[in-house]
């Protein structure tokens, strides 16, 4: 192999590796905004993550009925607003990526993840979420943005409380 084809092949793919790390990015950011979502939230970015065209939608039975579909940024804009109410609707929220699965071809990817949301509403109530997120991207302009965003209900419960002032089980320490 001469030596211009195998630069031109780790340039492809270190290419690839920058994509990915800026997917990751892209949703990472996402789930910060989504775990501040409040009255000051900056919309505008949170709906700047998304391409002009995109789809954001709940996937199944129950986040289907629960969430819907939106096309367009403004109709995602505008879901994501109905967030932004005094007292916020979410006193914690706090998500969890983890089983990723990053795909890039060329200015398009595919993505996947398995979130674990834990949740206490304003309401006091608290909720333990986990969804499996497929995701497209496209890259516009040199960024990647979201195109396609699922979100799919894997399991779904209330529970009491998130913090507890008992202390933690832990084995006692010699010379205790």
């Not at 979201?146 to 008992?166: D, K």
């Amino acid at each position: 192999m001469e030596l211009e084809e195998r630069v031109l092949q780790l340039e492809q793919r270190l290419q690839g590796l920058e994509s990915e790390n800026a997917i990751r990015a892209c949703m990472n950011r996402y789930m910060v905004l989504c775990d501040e979502l409040g009255v000051n939230s900056p919309l505008d970015e949170l709906a700047g993550l998304f391409t002009p065209d995109a789809l954001w939608e709940g996937k199944g039975a129950k986040y289907r009925n629960a969430f819907g579909g939106y096309r367009g940024r403004g109709a995602i804009k505008e879901m994501f607003a109905t967030y932004m109410v005094e007292p916020a609707h979410f006193a914690l929220n706090v998500h969890f990526l983890t089983s990723e699965l990053i795909r890039v071809q060329g200015d398009c990817a595919q993505a996947s993840w398995v979130m674990l949301q834990t949740s206490t509403f304003a309401s006091g109530d608290s909720h333990l979420n986990s969804a499996r997120l497929t995701v497209s991207f496209t890259e516009e302009n040199g960024r990647w943005c979201i195109a396609h965003f699922q979100t799919e209900n894997l399991f779904s419960r209330p529970v009491t409380a998130w913090n507890s002032a008992a202390a933690l089980p832990v084995p006692a320490r010699s010379g205790e």
